[in-house]
């Protein structure tokens, strides 16, 4: 039967956080998610950020403010 198990991954080694009940050199298979750190969001809305940079300037006033209060709420959110 399937079991989740967390682990850290330390020099080039996965540490199960508890104890595991397996017996020595038993083969298992590991999923690991797609993890989205801070870091990784905050790259993307700079790259959105800096697309949307040179159309703001083809805007109307009005559109542009609306668009730069989207950003900033969008960046609080992170």
Do not use: C
């Amino acid at each position: 039967m399937p079991q989740t198990i967390d682990a850290t991954y330390e020099h080039g080694v996965f540490v199960p956080r508890i104890p595991v009940n397996l017996p020595e050199h038993t083969e298992v298979k590991l999923l690991l998610p797609k993890i989205s750190t801070k870091r990784n969001q905050l790259a993307k809305a700079e790259m959105s950020f800096l697309a949307l940079r040179g159309i703001i300037h083809n805007l109307p006033k009005t559109d542009s403010v609306e668009v730069q209060r989207q950003i900033r709420r969008e960046w609080r959110g992170l």
